[in-house]
């Protein structure tokens, strides 16, 4: 399975973007597809995942209420929409893929990555 992240940029702080993840090679189902995001300087942390058989994510405290990720079984397809956006939001986002029903907060549990989609907000 082959992921790529798409969808960063530069935005105002309380703006919107949208990032999205397709895959190639096979389909999500049976995947568990979770974002990810590393600030320069820190550790890589949990965003949001989503399980293909399922229309709800799970989200970070963080993150919660402002970000919704979502997938387009037709596209294979999956998406996080961020409302809301904050300075601290600033990172590289990277989907990820796991071969399972369940997803985890763990990123060394998933198998697949994609390249990464830097998201910055300005104050």
């Known amino acids: 399975v082959q992921l790529q992240a798409s969808g960063g940029g530069l935005v105002q702080a309380g703006g919107s973007l949208r990032l999205s993840c397709a895959a190639s090679?096979?389909?999500?189902?049976?995947?568990?597809v979770g974002w990810f995001r590393q600030a320069p300087g820190k550790e890589r942390e949990f965003v949001a995942a989503?399980?293909?058989?399922?229309?709800?994510?799970y989200y970070a405290d963080s993150v919660k209420g402002r970000f919704t990720i979502s997938r387009d079984i037709a596209k294979n397809m999956v998406y996080l929409q961020m409302n809301g956006l904050k300075p601290e939001d600033t990172a590289v986002y990277y989907c990820?893929?796991?071969?399972?029903?369940?997803?985890?907060?763990?990123?060394?549990?998933?198998?697949?990555w994609g390249q990464g989609t830097l998201v910055t907000v300005s104050s």
């Open positions: 990820a893929a796991r071969r399972s029903r369940i997803f985890s907060t763990a990123g060394d549990r998933y198998d697949y």
């Open positions: 090679g096979r389909t999500f189902s049976d995947y568990a």
């Open positions: 989503i399980i293909w058989s399922a229309s709800s994510g």
